[in-house]
């Protein structure tokens, strides 16, 4: 077992969150193969333990696209997070704001571009599907624009939903699954007291906003299906690139070949990304695709890293293995889930916590000192 801050925090959301909910979190494609292997691959690269080298100055600060991140780490966006604590996503705006991280907004979130972007002083990032409606794209990109957003995260591993069968189980698709939902809800009414599920119509908001009808949560993953595009191609950037003159990271990235691809085509960064494990099973964790990426790219573009990370020495680890940046996804729902602001908060002063543990007893002072000599041994790729 994996002993964390995020497991505890996973229990606790287990125990607070309506099944529908909990499973929509927690699971993953298929037999859930990849997804395991996230999480066990990470924690099974050794780092290198070095000692009696002063490590009494330690510095966690990071440069990205010009902004000083206090921590290599920034929060990934995560669809529904309005449903797992009240007003979810400016919750964790604000958390992550506190400790001086990004928060990244999904298309598919709650609370609007405009009320999460407004709930905090900084910049935020927004993330971008790629959606058949190319208009709603584009008014996407220009409310996110309008609102301040500084960087956008274009998502492109999601051309088709993966199957995901705890969903069909636990009532978030399928037949019958608003039905089913409504009475898992009705059985949680701490959470749906604490979402303001009893007290305002819940809708997705930015959805609804984008469409101009409502667009409720009973029929969320069948508008994801009927909605995504599976004709995305490269030249898509380009589109994109008439709306969004800022930094522009591609999220979704297992490849080296495809890492060179958005080289040549013109992204400031990418996320070495398998949606964790939410997509394709069977694929590569991204701690193992991580090397030959960071070997055919690092330097020429922004690597961030995501997929099984669960605390400050995973985001070592993945620095370690060629990361520049790392985003935390289930990690920080979870806590969330169980705690509001406080608990994303509590999660990240842990992950700092853990990152100078890990930094200290590798001998590494800076993030820039954290390289794969910092690892006993190399993952072995395939
Ligand atoms: C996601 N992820 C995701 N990614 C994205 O680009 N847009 C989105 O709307 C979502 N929605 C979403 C919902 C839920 C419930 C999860 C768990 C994940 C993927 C997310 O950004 C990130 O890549 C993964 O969460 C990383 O894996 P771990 O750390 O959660 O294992």
């Given at each position: 077992m994996i002993i964390s801050a995020a497991t505890d925090y996973r229990a606790a959301a287990k125990r607070k969150l309506p099944p529908f909910l909990f499973h929509y979190l927690d699971g993953g494609a298929y037999a859930e193969y990849t997804l395991k292997r996230n999480v066990e691959d990470l924690a099974q690269v050794a780092l290198r333990q070095r000692v009696l080298r002063n490590m009494s100055a330690l510095s966690l600060e990071t440069q990205l696209f010009g902004q000083t991140l206090a921590m290599p780490v920034a929060l990934a966006p995560v669809g529904l997070c309005g449903m797992y604590a009240r007003r979810g996503e400016v919750q964790a705006a604000r958390a992550a704001e506190s400790k001086g991280i990004p928060f990244t907004l999904s298309t598919v979130s709650v609370g609007t571009i405009e009320e999460v972007s407004s709930a905090i002083t900084g910049p935020m990032w927004f993330q971008l599907y790629v959606l058949k409606d190319r208009g709603f794209m584009r008014n996407a990109l220009e409310r996110a624009r309008a609102a301040g957003c500084t960087t956008l995260v274009f998502?492109?591993?999601?051309?088709v939903p993966g199957a995901r069968y705890r969903d069909a189980h636990s009532g978030?698709?399928?037949?019958?699954a608003a039905l089913r939902r409504y009475l898992q809800a009705v059985a949680h009414p701490a959470w749906a007291w604490d979402v303001g599920l009893l007290g305002r119509p819940h809708d997705l908001g930015n959805i609804s906003a984008y469409l101009g009808k409502p667009t409720g949560l009973a029929d969320y993953i069948g508008w994801l299906a009927k909605n995504f595009d599976p004709s995305i191609s490269w030249s898509d950037l380009e589109w994109i690139r008439e709306f969004w003159q800022g930094p522009m990271i591609i999220k979704g990235i297992l490849d080296a070949e495809d890492a060179r691809d958005a080289v040549r085509f013109g992204a400031d960064g990418i996320v070495v990304s398998n949606h964790g494990g939410r997509q394709l099973d069977g694929v590569l964790s991204s701690t193992r695709a991580l090397p030959a990426i960071a070997d055919a790219v690092k330097g020429d573009i922004a690597i961030l890293a995501d997929s099984g990370v669960r605390n400050g020495l995973d985001v070592v680890r993945m620095i370690a293995l060629g990361a520049d940046t790392v985003l935390l996804g289930r990690a920080y729902i979870y806590a969330l889930a169980t705690a509001g602001e406080k608990g994303v908060a509590n999660l990240l002063d842990l992950i700092d916590k853990e990152m100078r543990v890990a930094m200290t007893l590798t001998g590494a002072g800076t993030i820039a000192g954290i390289t794969r000599e910092s690892l006993a041994r190399h993952v072995i790729q395939e």
């Open positions: 998502t492109v591993d999601m051309p978030m698709s399928g037949p019958n």
